[in-house]
């Protein structure tokens, strides 16, 4: 079979011409390739099993490894601190997600475990993440509401276990579920952890669905403006949710739409009834916590462990407002009972599944990105590597069996991470360690916060955003790099914070992709000069000392040719070249016809009062100076069936008014795009003419096209 011949000619002091000669590809039989695939997927051999195992439980491979001399220190430090700091992370979290304190200790208990045995990535921190509480908090209130359930968590706590059960002490409203054809009375907390559990299974058999069929490429559409700018929506938002707990005022807890605007409507108009003692004592600890973030910021170099401030801050508030009775004394609201030890399992239940299905898909994709992002930024730090659909089948099962154990949503959490990274870690020993300081509070020391105040959590919570929350102060340099970025980033930011979270993202991902077309659609269009005594050209608008070249126009287009912006591919060409070749054979045309008029009559004046011999002149616009259309391709990544016609229209446009076009810097695929769009002929014979490797070779050729040719191929 022959190869296809491509000629170029080189730039040498004297003009020669040589051979590109294209690889012949094999043809592959797909239906061969897809079975031989599927064979080989199905079939079970010893080894194959055992890299199966190793693959999907990744600490078979690195614990034998573990080297404890060397790591054991680090491990231990960097899981006591975390843990440390899980603990009040933990309790204050459940206000975002509308729970019960020990739900969210379940989940940071949890999620280490099995992250230990299943991640890939030796330094990141999975447990609790506000993002995610706050996403599962919108979704339990929401169903409460619909389920008839007040949404006023200030009514007394049950104690003990009576809140797992019928929980007619915190809400006289009850919720009947049907379960294995069994009809079950289920209270308002009960119903709140039965929605959120069934959320989290449904978020994890998406990931694991996601990871099965390779679907991680999803995570290429959040871009770091879109992850940004919902990062610092959600966190108003949180912010929003937390200051009726600051000043400790009782107003209900807004849902829906437009949630953070009713909220702080609801503030001002309850001003009056703040609680003094929760104002002061919110002040203090923000004071403090401000302040000691601060200092470990400024001399994180020196210290070789972040300060535990949230738990000093705990123990204090909780020690002051058991001894002070700040509870009876001033109405403060306090986080109540906490048991200890751990409740059975329990199936999620399949109907709150399908009531919730469709809201597990953005907190799916959110869990699943942060995580993989921060697994990322961590092995390229060390120097090592992560297997990101791995990583999809780790958070999918820190969704799936935790869901059973009365937790919800799990991620990793990018504070959390930068300080254990920052405190020695070394591998997900760490996470074991944290888990087992979550255990000692579980099994133990749980109950002793009874009387810790929630503004002391919300405090905690607030002073947490401050990462987020400093993204403001990054908007003119970013907008300075990239203002379609920083566009994207506001309009993110604000669709999260105005309207909701999930709709903030998808709108930030659906503007991302508006963008990147409109830039398509409209992108730079420029004509090229020659920079001086080289062979190299350039946008005569942005430089400075270009010459033109005579009789030559060169057009660069610098966007893929395809259907949306072929309109605008045509106005350009004209508009730069100042000749649009329709209205000009139009013109010709017109002129023409009436010149022939004219002598049929026998009037050797024409229409436009000339002489016959000076009717060729008018005919022949000023504008039109050039001979030749080179148009650079190397922009043009790509053309679709309209973008070849597109070409071949403009050939065939300027050909008639004897102006040639001439393509070069044109990449294979677009080559190949044009053979079959037949831009080239049926033989190919004219190609050699037609197509150019480099913008001088199509210049000089264009120079020289009425001289005799001084090679041949």
Not at 245 to 269: A, C, D, E
Not at 272 to 279: E, G, I, K, M, R
Not at 481 to 506: C, H, P, R, Y
Not at 640 to 653: A, F, Q, S
Request: proline share 4%; aromatic share 10%; charged share 15%.
């Amino acid at each position: 079979m022959e190869r296809p011949l491509e000629a170029a000619r080189m730039e040498n002091t004297t003009s020669s011409c040589f051979l590109m000669e294209r690889k012949t590809h094999v043809k592959i039989n797909r239906k061969e390739v897809m079975l031989a695939k599927l064979r080989k997927s199905c079939s079970c051999t010893p080894k194959k099993l055992k890299n199966f195992v190793m693959d999907f439980l990744p600490v078979l491979r690195w614990l034998p490894k573990y080297q404890c001399k060397e790591y054991i220190w680090g491990d231990v430090m960097s899981g006591l601190v975390i843990g440390i700091i899980l603990v009040p992370q933990a309790i204050a979290y459940s206000l975002l997600a509308g729970l019960k304190p020990i739900y969210s200790l379940y989940t940071s208990f949890f999620a280490n475990i099995i992250y230990f045995f299943m991640g890939t990535s030796r330094h990141v921190s999975v447990g609790i993440f506000s993002l995610i509480s706050l996403m599962v908090g919108q979704v339990v209130d929401r169903e409460l509401l619909l389920a008839g359930f007040d949404l006023n968590d200030d009514a007394p706590p049950a104690l003990g276990d009576g809140f797992l059960q019928n929980d007619s002490q915190s809400n006289t409203t009850a919720f009947n579920l049907t379960i294995a054809g069994m009809n079950a009375e289920c209270g308002k907390e009960c119903y709140a952890i039965g929605i959120a559990t069934a959320l989290t299974f449904v978020a994890g058999v998406y990931q694991v669905l996601m990871g099965i069929f390779r679907l991680g490429f999803v995570s290429m559409y959040l871009s770091e403006s879109v992850l940004d700018g919902f990062a610092t929506g959600a966190s108003l938002t949180i912010l929003t949710a937390q200051v009726k707990y600051l000043i400790g005022i009782k107003i209900p807890r807004s849902q829906g739409h437009g949630m953070l605007i009713i909220t702080w409507i609801n503030v001002f108009r309850n001003i009056s009834q703040a609680n003094l003692c929760d104002v002061i004592t919110s002040a203090i600890c923000i004071v403090v916590l401000v302040t000691a973030k601060e200092l470990g910021d400024r001399y994180k170099h020196k210290l070789k462990f972040p300060l535990p401030t949230e738990l000093v801050v705990i123990v204090v508030a909780t020690l002051v407002s058991h001894y002070g009775k700040l509870n009876e004394v001033y109405a403060s609201s306090v986080s109540g009972a906490i048991p200890t030890g751990f409740i059975p399992p329990k199936v999620p239940h399949f109907n709150l599944m399908l009531q919730v299905a469709v809201d597990a898909v953005p907190l799916a994709i959110v869990s699943f990105v942060f995580t993989v992002s921060l697994s990322e930024m961590c092995a390229k730090k060390y120097a090592y590597t992560i297997r990101a659909n791995q990583e999809m089948f780790a958070v999918g099962f820190c969704n799936i069996i935790p869901s059973f154990f009365h937790s919800f949503a799990t991620s990793a959490a990018l504070a959390k991470t930068l300080v254990k990274t920052s405190t020695g870690c070394q591998t997900q020993v760490s996470g074991v360690i944290s888990a087992m300081v979550v255990l000692l509070v579980l099994l133990f020391l749980a109950p002793l916060f009874y009387s810790l105040q929630k503004c002391v959590l919300a405090c905690i919570i607030i002073v947490s955003l401050r990462g987020a929350l400093r993204k403001f102060r990054d908007v003119p340099a970013r907008y300075h790099v990239n203002k379609v970025d920083t566009l994207i980033w506001v309009v993110t930011m604000s669709a999260s914070a105005l309207i909701s979270t999930e709709i903030g993202l998808l709108v930030g991902i659906v503007f991302s992709m508006l963008c990147i077309i409109v830039r398509t659609q409209r992108p730079r269009a420029a004509l090229l000069g020659q920079i001086q005594d080289t062979s190299f050209y350039e946008d005569d608008l942005e430089y400075e000392n270009l010459s033109s070249v005579p009789k030559v126009k060169i057009f660069r287009f610098e966007a893929p040719l395809y259907y949306a912006n072929r309109n605008y591919f045509l106005k350009s060409l004209y508009r730069l070249t100042n000749l649009d070749p329709n209205l000009e054979a139009a013109r010709r045309k017109k002129y023409g016809k009436k010149e022939k008029q004219h002598l049929k009559k026998g009037d050797h004046t024409t229409a436009n009062g000339l002489g016959i011999g000076e009717t060729t002149l008018q005919l022949v616009p000023k504008q039109n100076d050039f001979q030749a259309l080179v148009v650079d391709c190397s922009s043009i990544s790509f053309l679709d069936t309209t973008g070849v016609n597109t070409l071949k229209e403009i050939l065939k446009d300027y050909k008639d008014l004897n102006i040639s076009v001439i393509l070069a810097c044109c990449n294979p695929s677009v080559i190949d795009s044009l053979k079959r769009g037949g831009y080239f002929g049926k033989d190919f014979g004219s190609i050699q003419e037609m197509l150019f490797y480099s913008i001088h070779n199509a210049v000089q050729f264009a120079k020289d096209q009425k001289l005799p040719a001084d090679c041949s191929v």
